[in-house]
T-cell receptor
Framework: DSGVTQTPKHLITATGQRVTLRCSPR?????VYWYQQSLDQGLQFLIQ???????AKGNILERFSAQQFPDLHSELNLSSLELGDSALYFC??????????????FGPGTRLTVL | GENVEQHPSTLSVQEGDSAVIKCTYS??????FPWYKQELGKGPQLIID?????GEKKDQRIAVTLNKTAKHFSLHITETQPEDSAVYFC?????????????FGSGTQLTVLP
């Protein structure tokens, strides 16, 4: 158990809908990363938040957005869903100490199926 | 941006044999290289990592080597066991600057045959 929790574990929805994925980082970790894992694209970085502020963006679609709340949990919002958005979505957290190469710990993921 | 290539995509070995997975990276500024193991239905789990000031690191049956000049790093698993069967991902990251996201290789499905 990495200490990172994600809910829900599975999500099935229809095209055009909107969903919210939730992540709680490990205790003490300030940084949250979101990754998408699909069969043909592997693990792709979407977005990073650090202590409530967006720090880096990867290949995140404009239909997707995220935020990190004062209690450090994060939510990933996916809207106008398309079939191709079906994937595993992982959140990872790290303590993010300046100058250090700290470990990213991954949660168990949310499997999104868009029908 | 960084690009990480990983080979082979699938690897089958007999129990007790060694397994080697290789990765190359493109950005010479990358200085942190973790390896993750992902079992079916679970999230990636860190198994070993190496920083660019070190050439080799071992942890029991697992070792990682890094060649900065050639920009490649490898995972070595000795005395493989059936529970080593999983997908293994290499990754690379820069630790300078504010962005510390990992760039992953495409993964290797390792099967250890009993």
């Amino acid at each position: 158990d990495s200490g990172v929790t994600q809910t829900p574990k599975h999500l099935i929805t229809a095209t055009g809908q909107r969903v919210t994925l939730r992540c709680s980082p490990r205790s003490g970790d300030l940084s949250v990363y979101w990754y998408q894992q699909s069969l043909d694209q592997g693990l792709q970085f979407l977005i990073q938040y650090y202590n409530g502020e967006e720090r880096a963006k990867g290949n995140i679609l404009e239909r997707f957005s995220a935020q990190q709340f004062p209690d450090l949990h994060s939510e990933l919002n996916l809207s106008s869903l398309e079939l191709g958005d079906s994937a595993l979505y992982f959140c990872a957290s790290s303590v993010e100490v300046a100058g250090a190469t700290d470990t990213q710990y991954f949660g168990p993921g949310t499997r999104l199926t868009v029908l | 941006g960084e690009n990480v290539e990983q080979h082979p995509s699938t690897l089958s070995v007999q129990e007790g044999d060694s397994a080697v997975i290789k990765c190359t990276y493109s950005d010479s500024a990358s200085n942190y290289f973790p390896w993750y193991k992902q079992e079916l239905g679970k999230g990636p789990q860190l198994i070993i990592d190496i920083r660019s000031n070190v050439g080799e690191k071992k942890d029991q049956r697992i070792a990682v080597t890094l060649n900065k000049t050639a920009k490649h790093f490898s995972l070595h698993i000795t005395e493989t066991q059936p529970e080593d069967s999983a997908v293994y991902f290499c990754a690379a990251r820069k630790s300078s600057g504010s962005a510390r996201q990992l760039t992953f290789g495409s993964g290797t499905q390792l099967t250890v045959l009993p």
